[in-house]
């Protein structure tokens, strides 16, 4: 098991992504309601997927053979390749498992919870904030981390509580992504 709660492992610039997004409409937030509708402490998220499958997330990451890539992946491929490039030089050879943006409402909260996969052991999850304010606050175990635009961090939540906290007058975005070894 890693000791650590965050480790930051790059920035990139993301302000062409910020502009994106900007443009996204509520249908666009609308359209994927997974994670809010199967977790109660994702209420107050909204998920646009980039390269995401349902099925993959009861699969171990082993069995997996394919990520689908969704309708915006291409609006932020350039960025997904970026970030791709870093885990390789990071990591090692692997690719992205899954890549979603994640939008929490102004003065909300996710509420403090585990996450049940086994498959956060096998993989890197990765947060890079994109829209944010020093007033959301993500905390792991008993760390608090507010993270800057562009920033990427490797979060080790497996099997450790965490929350956020945005107490800001803006819907926070971040890019989450899992990065996985080849074997």
């Known amino acids: 098991m890693t000791d650590f709660n965050f480790k930051k492992i790059s920035t990139i610039n993301v302000?062409?992504?910020?502009?994106i997004i900007k443009s996204f409409t509520e249908e666009d937030w609308n359209r994927f309601t997974y994670r809010q509708n199967t977790?109660?402490?994702h209420q107050h998220t909204k998920t646009i997927p980039l390269l995401?499958?349902?099925?993959?997330?009861?699969k171990k990451i082993e069995d997996i053979k394919s990520v689908t890539a969704r309708l915006h992946y291409p609006k932020f491929k350039s960025l997904l390749e970026a970030v791709s490039d870093i885990c390789k030089d990071v990591y090692g050879d692997g690719y992205l498992l899954r890549a979603i943006l994640t939008s929490l409402k102004s003065?909300?909260?996710?509420?403090k919870h585990k996450d049940e996969s086994d498959n956060l052991e096998k993989c890197k999850r990765l947060h890079m904030a994109i829209l944010t304010d020093p007033e959301c606050i993500?905390?792991?175990?008993?760390?608090?981390?507010?993270?800057?635009p562009?920033?990427?961090?490797?979060?080790?939540?497996?099997?450790?509580?965490?929350s956020?906290?945005?107490?800001?007058?803006?819907?926070?975005?971040?890019l989450i992504t899992d990065w996985v070894l080849y074997d």
Not at 15 to 19: E, I, L, M, S, T
Not at 107 to 111: F, G, Q, R, Y
Not at 138 to 148: L, P
């Open 107 to 111: 003065k909300h909260s996710i509420a």
């Open 15 to 19: 302000n062409a992504c910020v502009d």
């Open 52 to 58: 995401f499958d349902i099925d993959n997330m009861t």
């Open 164 to 174: 956020v906290h945005n107490k800001s007058n803006i819907d926070r975005v971040h």
């Open 39 to 41: 977790w109660e402490v």
């Open 138 to 148: 993500f905390i792991v175990g008993d760390e608090e981390k507010y993270m800057r």
């Open 150 to 162: 562009g920033e990427m961090w490797e979060i080790n939540n497996a099997g450790k509580e965490h």
